[in-house]
Each structure stands twice: as C-alpha cells, then as structure tokens.
C-alpha cells in the first residue's frame, strides 16, 4: 500500500490505530484492526454499524487507506450526463441510496444538487452522517426499502427527485433488487439513475438478483444506459487494485413488478 498517497480523508486521531491483513481474500470477508484503550480489536469491512460507530473511521479506513474514490467517479459521471441532458436547466434533486456517512451527499452537493435525501438501513449511518456532515442532508431516513412504511413514502414522495446515487451498496448482498426498485419508482420519468458495482456483476453470467434487473430494464426500455465507466473502485486490503463499473442511465418508465428476479 502506498502510504505517501496525500488525501484529506486521513484522519490523524486514526495514524497507527488502524491495521490491514496483507494476505489476499474474497472482498466480503475482509476485515481491519483498530486499537482502542482495550487493544486491538477486528472489525468486518461489512459489518458498517461498528465501523460508523468510531468517528471518523469510514473515511479513514475506506478512503484513506484504501483510496476508494468511487463518490467521485459516479458523481462526475452523473455531472457530465446531467450537463449535456434535457434535465440540464434544473438543478438535482437527489435520492441517495445507502448513504452512509455523507461522502456521496458531498459530493452531489459539490456538483450543484439543491436537495438531497438520504437513505440507510442503519441508525448509526444517520447518526455519523449528522456529526460528520451535518450540512449535506436535507433530510435522513432511517429505514428498510424492502418494506417502505407510510411515512417513508411521503417523505421520498416530498423529495419530488429526478435523481438517485447509490455508490458502493449493490452486490454483496447489501441493498436487495426490490429495496432498489422501490427508491426507483420515487424518481421522475427523465430522471437520472446513477450507481456503481464490482465490474464483473455487470457481465451476463451473473443472471440474478441486480446484474439482472438493470439488463432487463435496459432490454425492456425502462432504463436508458447514457454513460458507463470501469475504473479503479479503491485497494483490496493486500493492496491489489478492485475494479468497478460506474453507470448513469435515464429513466424511461416504471419499473414493472414481474421484472425484479431473486433478491440475490
Ligand atoms: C459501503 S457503504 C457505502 C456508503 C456510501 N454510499 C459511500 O459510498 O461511502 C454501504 C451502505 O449501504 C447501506 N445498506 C446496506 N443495505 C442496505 C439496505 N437494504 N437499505 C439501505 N441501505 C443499506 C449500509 O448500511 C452502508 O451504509
């Protein structure tokens, strides 16, 4: 790993307390150690409460060590389509999915969005959302999409969005199809769909859950592929670089139940 790399997401109060694994393993199941009064303790990359519950330690970790730099990569993604599209005269209004502590929120801030709703399935991401970026989010919810209740619907309803990010969230097993496709049905016709996922999710033999239902919405004109873009998500843990595609589609229509497969 290259520790002279200089970002702003290196956090001083985390210098010497965080540790990697250098063996290689599956990206699901890699982990770091942090120290704290009582020693070293692990933590899995996917067990997120106990990562956003240690200040800082997201930004850190992810993006600091690991130079993740995809909020960047499908934001300016989402930047360049939204200039050049008919929605270019009306500033976005901005589902974002799996938000966690407010890197992508930031970042659609920075490119002019003038609302933005988060989105967690955990308190604690809400919660480190407000001490870390406090000033992102109009407003936060806290809730399962598989299940909506009333009061998250009105809430996405009022956001009137005609566009959603969701930036490191989908394909290990994280946020399910339906959950996705019910954020979807929030969005505007015309709208912007902007995400990204492990590069390979993307090829035709993966055939459930996700990977499927964008191929579908593509074949069946519900989504509109306007730019798509491999590049470098952030390093594995052994240092070995982790390759993700970044997609912005326009959407052209509701997305009909019989089209979601498996919540793979
Ligand atoms: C790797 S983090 C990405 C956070 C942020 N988008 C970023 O790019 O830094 C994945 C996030 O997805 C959230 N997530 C996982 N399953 C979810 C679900 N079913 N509904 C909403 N959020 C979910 C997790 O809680 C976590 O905050």
Redesign the pocket.
């Known amino acids: 790993m290259n520790s002279a790399v200089s970002s702003e997401y290196f956090r001083s109060d985390w210098h010497g307390r965080v540790r990697l694994p250098s063996d290689r393993r599956p990206q699901d199941a890699e982990w770091c150690e942090i120290k704290d009064e009582e020693g070293w303790r692990r933590i899995r990359?996917?067990d997120?409460?106990e990562i956003?519950r240690e200040r800082w330690l997201?930004d850190h970790l992810?993006?600091g060590l690991l130079e993740?730099r995809?909020?960047q990569r499908?934001v300016g993604l989402l930047a360049e389509v939204h200039a050049e599209s008919p929605l270019a005269q009306r500033p976005l209004r901005v589902i974002?999915?799996?938000?966690?502590?407010?890197?992508?929120g930031h970042q659609v801030r920075k490119a002019g969005a003038e609302y933005v709703l988060g989105?967690?399935?955990?308190p604690?991401?809400r919660i480190a959302a407000e001490k870390e970026r406090p000033d992102v989010y109009d407003d936060y919810i806290v809730?399962?999409?598989?299940q909506p209740t009333l009061e998250m619907e009105q809430k996405l309803a009022r956001s009137r969005a005609n566009c959603l990010?969701?930036?490191?969230?989908l394909g290990f097993?994280?946020?399910?199809p339906l959950?996705y496709a019910n954020a979807v049905k929030f969005v505007e016709c015309g709208g912007l769909i902007a995400f990204n996922i492990k590069a390979e999710f993307l090829d035709s033999r993966y055939t459930h859950g996700f990977s499927e239902l964008i191929r579908r919405a593509q074949a069946g004109g519900i989504l509109r592929i306007e730019a798509l873009r491999r590049y470098r998500h952030r390093l594995s843990t052994a240092g070995d670089p982790i390759f993700y595609t970044a997609l912005v589609a326009t959407k052209l229509a509701e997305i009909p139940p019989d089209m979601l497969v498996d919540p793979a």
């Not at 974002?96 to 992508?104: C, F, H, L, Q, Y």
């Not at 809730?143 to 598989?146: A, I, K, N, P």
């Open positions: 990359f996917h997120y409460a956003y997201y992810f993006y993740c995809s909020p499908v974002d999915v799996g938000a966690g502590n407010g890197i992508v989105i967690d399935i955990l604690e991401a809730g399962d999409l598989t990010t969701c930036v490191a969230a097993g994280d946020i399910p959950a």
